[in-house]
Each structure stands twice: as structure tokens, then as C-alpha cells.
């Protein structure tokens, strides 16, 4: 009777847990998550009694966050902000919002999380200071509960954002708040801000271990007991695993739990199958669910050898990267998840597999894209320790923030499968003196003691060990080094048994659609900072890869030495895509940089297709320039390709012979006489044509054509659409000199929030409702407005050129 008895107590514990997990799984979310990013006011200045419940905010614009003022503001090389922010404007500015909460909030803990301020931000809530922020990159959350009124009477919360002290970077980084805002509402008891860390000890194809780490908070007077519930879903929410614990916590303090799952048959995370899964908890109390809380999961695993390099999964695999800034082009440091993914989507067809987020922490959106499109991470922290390399930068903050920032940086990433190393730095200075033992040494035990999964790595310039101080101090588990592609031959030997990548390659520049000849000489950077540059006029490089800084590399011969190095994990070309600020080496009216693969508009520069003929194997052919010149200019033809044995040219319908690629060539050439009409080539394997690609000689501007980069866009008032512009002949030819100013006109659920033509001495706004086609092109950014109405942008222009109109559909 007791043994029937006992089998029934474990069948009815066995049917509690599946009812718990099934609640876990299926149950709306307790948690409450809302977006708090619309009708804010904004002003620029500094307001301190905005802070105050009367406070008129009558003069205030009211906009919708994520929100950069500076990309608002004008050019103007008198601006504080000077060369490395786009001599765009600074300041101080402050933002105001007034809300209600219902009443059955009251015994809730409230917080509102910022992703990211730019920068030394404040935030108060009905008067009351929460704390100050300084680093504009770090993302961060401020209890509110203590503060609030619920019910009808109204909320006050307000934020000072002080950019004002400038130079402060290197690099364009925007001002206020301008990454993403959220209010959180849960239970007195609930799991802790970043509160899960899951490792994988063991992965294989059969099955996966998952170790996992609740931090839970109890706010309350009195212990509690509750229950502890992980449920791990697939990409279908099917659950494949699941554990349950009962568990207890003291008043008003925090406990770590621990769980331990496994899974059979996983599919495991690569950069060509990113399959992801999520893991759920949940906290029961007497039943009934309190809070559950979402943590990605990957299954991966990887190593760094210092004489194969990298693999992943037990595959060898070249770590085939790019640097970004996180700066999105016309829309400024706004950042907007439509924008990332198809900056990400444009280097995937590149063929890129990884990303190094230079030089600080990137939004949760880059970090979330990076896990569910298959790409690499290199995950980097800052650009400064102590020392400084612009008057009001990081290093003004460092010894109160530098262990809180690190921290919260690896607590708020360490769960993305993408994420492969930490860099603790980049080109620091204190590598040249005996300080950077003990800072190396305390800043790679601070990622450790959150996170022992992923290598420590900091991007160094000095190559000699005796001069280099963050690599005496034995700290790093990888070592990045930033160009020096002629001695990385010397590596295995100078750096006997270390595992070393290439954390940053090239700085080669080029202007889209640019061509001086090769063959005719090339005008190039000066040999150093403080020299006379031979440029161009109109500060534009050639876009054939012949034209490097004088610390880099070309794009081939950066690519042609790491290929060649099995030792070398991979290399992080010196930029995927141009970015605001650093316009080296032209001085003022350039206000972006050179040195990306795409340019500041998203389009691709010829380079692009090199990349693409090398790390793709999709069958490539790009001939390049375009065809349309003096009659008898000789000019020189470059055709990347890839699949193929040869590659014939044609001048109308005549051949120029065939060539091929000898010894380590990575594109062929041919110096050509022009005649106007069509320039083809041809690509075959074994006799059989790949490819054809042909470029006709334009006509006069005709015609305006408008390509969006899709059709429908969703009424969320966040969805972008691209649309493409370019300036043709009557035949559909781009012209390629067109340099038309195009007038825009949107109507209905959208608006126009970005143009550009990716010329980096543009100085004409990104917010304006005109851009000039550059070499053909520009972009025009349309964003839902919120209404469910279709859109239709219109774009004019003068010269007889007929109006041109797209319909976007709004879903």
C-alpha cells in the first residue's frame, strides 16, 4: 500500500511540474515591459527646474526617443566637437516627460531602463535625483518605486544630458538619449536586473550541457519561499528541457540559484545556421507566477589556437570581420533596429562573419542581430583607460567608473551566443609604460569574475614585447594586434605559443564612384600626421584600393597576408562602413571618414566585391568604372571575380583578350582606350560562361528611378524603409557624374528622418527635405509616422527631369 501510495505521490509531483513548466511556457507575461520612448519634450539648454512639477514646457519640441540632437544641428568648423565628431554641434540638453500609473502598480517594483545617454546624463522622477551616468555607451536602470504617485495624479521623470565638455572622442558619438527607454513593472520578489548568466560546459551534436545562474531580489519584509522553474525553448517555442526547484530567500536581500539541464540533440549556433533557442524563468510563489524573465541561449563552441587559429563547432574558421562604429549613417547615434540589420544584412552578402564593436559597448539591438544573423563578436569595452587622447574623454572618469562600467558591460552581454571575446581596450596608451601591468591585470580579473567562457583580449599597436606593457603583464588570453601585416610572419616566433588575431587591418580609403587611374598615378596619404596631403579638389580618394594611411594596408595586401597565416584566428578590416568624424586625412569641409567597405549612404564601394569574390562562393563578376568618359582616355578596367577560370573583355562586341588570376592576384586589369557604347565581361570555368556583367555608356539625365529596399513597412511608428534614388538616361542608364538636387515629398504613414549620398564633404543636413545625387546616387530614409495610411514619396528635380513617385505599403 505505501509503495502504491509513494508512486502516486511522484506521479501527482510529476503533473504539478508539467503544469508549472506548461504556465511557464504558455502563460502571458507577468513581467510587464513597455516601451517609453514616445512624447517626450526636449530642449537643448540647461533647464534645472524642469525637474519641478509646474514647469512650463510650452516652447519644448515633443519628439519620440530614440533621439540625437547633434545630427540635428549644422556643420560648422568653429563647432567644439571639431574634426573626429563631424564638427557637429554638443551642448546640453534636457528631456521632460509627464505619465500616470494604474493603481495596482503600488506594490510593484517599477524601474526604467536607458540603453544608452550620451552623455554625463541625470535623471530625476518627481524631484528626485536617481543618480548620474557618465559613460554615454553603458546601458543602465534606476529603481523608481520610492518615488511615484499611481493613479491619476501624473509622474514628473526628466533627464540632463551634458555633452557639453568637448573634445571628448575620437569619434562621432551624438548627443541625449539615444538609445532605447523602457518601463519595467514587476513583483516584490523577481529575477535581478541582468540577473542570468548561462554557460554550456559540454556541446556536441548529440547532446548539451547548460549551466544556469538566476540572481533572484526580494524586496519584501519577510523570507519567502517559491518555486524556481527553467523551461528551454527552441526557435518554434518548443520546450526541450526543463527543471524545477523549491527554494527560499531572506528579507530584502539576493540569492544565486542554480540550474542544471541538459538537452539532446541541439542544433548549434554558426555564422551560416545561427539557430538560436531562449531560456524562461519563472518564479512561482503559492502557485501562482510572480515574474519570468527571457535569457538567449546558443549552442556553441570555439577555440583559439596559436598555430590552427579558430574553429567553431571543431571547424576550422576564418574569422572574416569587420570594425563598426556605432553610428548610423544619416540618422546619426539614433539607433533603430531596422537601420542595423540592414547595415548587418549588406556585410553578411559581403560575405562577413564577424564584427569588432569599436571601441565601446553597442546597443542591445547590434547584440541581439549579431546572435540571430550568424555574426562573430568581438565585444570591446573602451578606447581609453587613464590616459588621455582627447582633452575631455574617459579617462576624466575612470578611477570612480571604470569597474562599475566594465562590469555592467559583461553582465548585460555575457549571455549572447555571438559574443566570442572581450577586449578590455583599444590601441591604450598605458601599453607603453609599467602602469598597464597592473591595469591589464585588474581589468581582465574583473571579466573573469563574471564571465570565464571567452578569451580577454586589447587591440595593440606595439609589436615589440619590450615595449609593450599590457602584454608583460600575462593577462591577456588572446592577443589582438592593430595592423602591422608585414610582420605577422614573425608572430609564432616573437610570440611563441600566444593566440593572436588581427583586431584591426587596412584604414585604406576610397569615395564611391571615384576613379583616378592606377596606371596613372595615384595621389596618396601623407607619411605622417602634419604633412601636406596631395589630394583631390573636391576631397575625394579614387575608389581603386591604392590609396592607404601610412600605418595600414590595402585591402589586398592586408587580405593576401592573412590568408596565407594559418595561425592568425582572422582580421577586422578597418571599417564595414564609413562613419561620422574622422575624415583623415582632408581637413574641413570633410566631415566623415574614408576608410569604409560601404559607404555612409549604404552603398557598396568597388572593394566590396574583392571581399565578396574572396569570402563568399557565390559566383562573383564586378567591372568597374563606369563608361563613360573622352574619347581615346585610357582607362584602366578592373574586374573582381571569383568560380571562374578566366574573364574575356569586350569593347563593343570587339574582344580585348582573356586573363586570369596568376600567383596570389586578386583582381585582373586591362588599360583601355575608350570609346563610348558598352564595356562586357565575361567569366568562364572549364569553357562554360558563369557570368556577364556589362556597363553601357549613359546618356543624358532623363529620368529619376526610385527603388525602396522593400515594399511594406510596419505601423509601428519605428519600421525604416531605404529607398534608393538614382539619375538615368532614357534607357535606365544610372548616370554616373549626376549630381542633380533631388526635392522630396512623403505623404501619409510616413515621414523623411534621413538623406544622404555617401560623399564625405557633404555638407548639406541629413534632415533636410533635398539631398544631391552623388555620382548617381543618394538614399532617402522614410520611417512610420504611426498612421495606417500608405505612403508615397515623391522626388523632383530641376533640368527638365520628370518627378518620380513609390508607394510603400503599410502594414
Known amino acids: ?44 539648454g540647461d533647464y534645472p527646474t524642469a525637474i519641478q512639477s509646474n514647469f512650463n514646457t510650452a516652447d519644448w519640441k515633443t519628439l519620440q526617443l530614440p533621439h540625437d540632437w547633434s545630427i540635428e544641428g549644422a556643420f560648422n568648423k568653429d563647432n567644439p566637437t571639431k574634426q573626429a565628431q563631424a564638427f557637429l554641434p554638443a551642448g546640453k540638453g534636457w528631456y521632460r516627460k509627464t505619465f500616470t500609473l494604474p493603481e495596482d502598480w503600488k506594490n510593484k517594483n517599477v524601474s526604467i531602463e536607458f540603453d544608452g545617454v550620451f552623455k554625463n546624463s541625470e535623471v530625476f522622477i518627481n524631484g528626485h535625483s536617481l543618480g548620474i551616468r557618465p559613460n554615454g555607451y553603458i546601458s543602465f536602470t534606476y529603481e523608481l518605486s520610492p518615488y511615484l504617485h499611481f493613479g491619476t495624479q501624473e509622474n514628473i521623470i526628466a533627464v540632463k544630458v551634458d555633452n557639453d565638455a568637448q573634445p571628448n572622442s575620437r569619434w562621432y558619438t551624438g548627443s541625449g538619449i539615444y538609445r532605447n527607454v523602457r518601463l519595467v513593472a514587476s513583483e516584490k520578489l523577481h529575477v535581478a536586473k541582468w540577473g542570468t548568466y548561462v554557460t554550456t560546459p559540454e556541446v556536441s551534436k548529440e547532446k548539451a550541457s547548460v549551466h544556469l545562474e538566476v540572481t533572484i531580489e526580494n524586496k519584501t519584509n519577510s523570507e519567502k519561499e517559491f518555486q524556481l522553474v527553467t523551461s528551454i525553448l527552441d526557435a518554434n517555442n518548443k520546450e526541450v528541457a526543463n527543471a524545477k526547484t523549491t527554494e527560499k530567500i531572506g528579507a ?81 547615434a539614433v539607433e533603430n533596429i531596422h537601420a542595423v ?80 571575446m572581450w577586449s578590455i581596450g583599444n590601441e591604450i596608451r598605458e601599453q607603453f609604460d609599467s602602469t598597464g601591468i597592473a591595469i591589464t591585470r585588474e581589468l581582465a580579473q574583473i571579466v573573469k569574475s563574471l564571465d570565464t567562457t571567452r578569451p580577454v583580449t586589447s587591440a595593440l599597436t606595439e609589436n615589440v614585447i619590450e615595449k609593450n606593457f599590457i602584454y608583460q603583464s600575462g593577462a591577456l588570453d588572446l592577443l589582438g594586434f592593430n595592423y602591422k601585416h608585414e610582420d605577422y610572419k614573425d608572430f609564432p616566433t616573437r610570440f611563441k605559443g600566444q593566440k593572436i ?52 594596408a590595402t585591402h589586398e595586401d592586408n587580405w593576401k597576408t592573412i590568408k596565407k597565416q594559418d595561425f592568425m584566428a582572422g582580421t577586422f578590416i578597418w571599417t564595414g562602413f564609413d562613419y561620422l568624424g574622422e575624415p583623415d586625412p582632408y581637413p574641413y569641409p570633410a566631415r566623415s571618414s574614408y576608410f569604409g ?143 542633380n538636387l533631388i526635392n522630396f515629398e512623403v505623404s501619409g504613414g510616413g515621414k523623411l528622418v534621413g538623406v544622404d549620398n555617401g560623399y564625405q564633404a557633404g555638407l548639406d543636413s541629413f534632415k533636410a527635405n533635398f539631398c544631391k545625387v552623388y555620382n548617381g546616387k543618394c538614399i532617402a530614409i522614410i520611417q512610420s509616422n504611426g498612421k495606417n495610411e500608405a505612403i508615397q514619396l515623391k522626388a523632383s528635380t530641376a533640368n527638365g527631369i520628370s518627378s518620380a513617385t513609390i508607394d510603400i505599403k503599410v502594414q
Open 597 to 739: 567597405i560601404v559607404d555612409l549612404a549604404g552603398f557598396p564601394k568597388d572593394v566590396y566585391y574583392m571581399y565578396q569574390s574572396e569570402w563568399t562562393t557565390k559566383p562573383v563578376l564586378h567591372i568597374f568604372p563606369h563608361w563613360n568618359w573622352t574619347a581615346g582616355q585610357e582607362v584602366d578596367v578592373w574586374v573582381y571575380y571569383n568560380n571562374a577560370d578566366e574573364v574575356e573583355l569586350f569593347l563593343n562586341g570587339k574582344s580585348l583578350g582573356k586573363k586570369s588570376k596568376q600567383n596570389d592576384d586578386l583582381h585582373i586589369s586591362w588599360r583601355v582606350k575608350f570609346e563610348p557604347g558598352t564595356i562586357k565581361a565575361i567569366s568562364r570555368k572549364n569553357g562554360v560562361v558563369v557570368l556577364e556583367k556589362e556597363i553601357h555608356t549613359a546618356g543624358a539625365a532623363s529620368k529619376i528611378a526610385l527603388v525602396g529596399d522593400k515594399q511594406t513597412i510596419k505601423n509601428d511608428s519605428y519600421d525604416l524603409v531605404y529607398v534608393t534614388v538614382s539619375i538615368t538616361d532614357a534607357d535606365g542608364n544610372m548616370v554616373p557624374n549626376a549630381n
Open 1 to 44: 500500500m505505501d509503495r502504491h501510495k509513494n508512486v502516486l505521490q511522484k506521479v501527482g509531483t510529476a503533473i504539478v511540474l508539467l503544469l508549472l513548466v506548461a504556465c511557464a511556457t504558455t502563460k502571458k507575461q507577468v513581467r510587464i515591459v513597455e516601451d517609453f520612448n514616445k512624447n517626450w519634450n526636449f530642449k537643448l
Open 252 to 332: 530584502n536581500t539576493n540569492a544565486k540559484k542554480v540550474h542544471n539541464l541538459n538537452v539532446n540533440q541541439p542544433k548549434l549556433w554558426d555564422t551560416e545556421n545561427p539557430n538560436l533557442y531562449k531560456i524562461v524563468t519563472t518564479i512561482y510563489e503559492n502557485s501562482k507566477a510572480v515574474d519570468n524573465y527571457e535569457t538567449p541561449l546558443g549552442f556553441r563552441f570555439f577555440n583559439f589556437d596559436s598555430e590552427k587559429g579558430f574553429s567553431l563547432n571543431g571547424v576550422a574558421t576564418k574569422i572574416l570581420g569587420v570594425c563598426l562604429h556605432h553610428d548610423n549613417g544619416a540618422l546619426g
Open 501 to 552: 588575431i588581427a583586431s584591426e587591418s587596412v584604414s585604406a580609403l576610397e569615395t564611391r564612384g571615384h576613379y583616378d587611374f592606377p596606371s596613372d598615378g595615384v595621389k596618396a596619404w601623407p607619411p605622417k600626421y602634419g604633412a601636406p596631403f596631395d589630394g583631390n579638389a573636391d576631397w575625394t580618394v579614387t575608389a581603386y584600393d591604392q590609396v592607404k594611411s601610412y600605418w595600414g
Open 341 to 420: 540589420k540592414r547595415k548587418l544584412t549588406i556585410l553578411k552578402q559581403m560575405g562577413t562573419n564577424a564584427i569588432r564593436m569599436a571601441h565601446n559597448p553597442h546597443s542591445l539591438e547590434m547584440m541581439q542581430l549579431c546572435d540571430e544573423m550568424g555574426f562573430i563578436v568581438q565585444a570591446e569595452f573602451t578606447d581609453v583607460w587613464k590616459k588621455k587622447k582627447v582633452t575631455n574623454d574617459y579617462h576624466k572618469d575612470w578611477d570612480a567608473w571604470h569597474k562599475q562600467d566594465l562590469e555592467d558591460f559583461i553582465k548585460r552581454d555575457r549571455n549572447h551566443p555571438s559574443v566570442m
